[in-house]
């Protein structure tokens, strides 16, 4: 599976404990569309495994019911590691486009 900065950025919030949508879009600071779509593709790969509250919770806070992602084992694993090599190219990327400096 490719792994976008998006996507590490889902990840990681997921690691830090952010369980529904909106929560992830507050942690990553992106998009609706651009969560969701990661949150169903990582669903679908097994990484993600996803619950809807029970009804009465959300009529009682009178909202609908939100849906909860978690990291499965395997998705732990691999967002720790997709995390680690997406920092690693962002690294290389900034280390390719900064000037360099003339030694005297």
Same mark, same amino acid.
């Given at each position: =599976?490719?792994? #976008? @900065? /998006?996507?590490?950025?889902?990840?990681?919030?997921? !690691?830090?404990?952010?369980?529904?949508?909106?929560?992830? =879009?507050?942690? #990553?600071?992106?998009?609706?569309? #651009?969560? @969701? /779509?990661?949150? *169903? $593709?990582?669903?679908?790969?097994?990484?993600? $495994?996803? %619950?809807? &509250?029970?009804?009465?919770?959300? %009529? %009682?806070?009178? *909202? /609908? /019911? $939100? $849906?909860?992602? &978690?990291?499965?084992?395997?998705?732990?694993?691999?967002?720790? &590691?997709?995390? !680690? *090599?997406? *920092?690693?190219?962002?690294?290389r990327e900034s280390g390719r486009l900064e000037p360099r %400096?003339? &030694?005297?």
């Amino acid at each position: =599976m490719r792994v #976008t @900065y /998006p996507t590490a950025l889902v990840l990681q919030a997921l !690691l830090e404990g952010h369980h529904h949508g909106f929560d992830i =879009m507050d942690a #990553t600071e992106l998009p609706s569309g #651009t969560v @969701y /779509p990661i949150l *169903r $593709r990582l669903d679908a790969e097994g990484l993600v $495994r996803s %619950r809807w &509250e029970r009804e009465g919770v959300a %009529r %009682r806070e009178q *909202r /609908p /019911p $939100r $849906r909860y992602y &978690e990291l499965s084992a395997g998705g732990a694993a691999f967002a720790r &590691e997709a995390i !680690l *090599r997406v *920092r690693g190219e962002a690294a290389r990327e900034s280390g390719r486009l900064e000037p360099r %400096r003339a &030694e005297n």
